[in-house]
Each structure stands twice: as structure tokens, then as C-alpha cells.
């Protein structure tokens, strides 16, 4: 567990603590995305995932996105 002002070094699924839903966002690309944006080198648009089953819980995922392109300037 990291303190104030240290990197969080766990995977976004357990930073964030998203919700496995029916179909949801495909995990491996939010993770990817999350991870980019966390280290300082997202794209500049909003992502696009694709929709699977036992995927991320979309409002969560968009939630967490938003509030960090926001944080980041983006």
C-alpha cells in the first residue's frame, strides 16, 4: 500500500476496485489504458474498450477515467 505523494504500484483492478460485470469493459485493455495513464503517457482521446463478458463495470471504469484525464490536465 502506497502513502501520500508515493506511486500506487497495484494493478488498476485492485487501485480502483471495479466491479466485475455480466458484460462489461475487457479488462486487459482498461488495465493497459489505466496503467498509461497512471505512469504520465495516455492518448489524448477518450478510450474505447470493447464490451465482454465478466468485463469491468462500465460506469466505474468511466467514472475513474474521467476524474484522471481531469487530474492529469487531459
Known sequence: M???GRHDDRPP???FGFDIARRGYDRDQVDDYLTRLRDGSPPSD???FDLVRRGYERGQ???AITRLR???GL
Do not use: I, L, T
Open 61 to 63: 471504469v468511466d467514472e
Open 13 to 15: 483492478h485492485e487501485q
Open 2 to 4: 502506497s502513502g501520500p
Open 46 to 48: 477518450f478510450p474505447g
Open 70 to 72: 481531469r487530474a492529469a
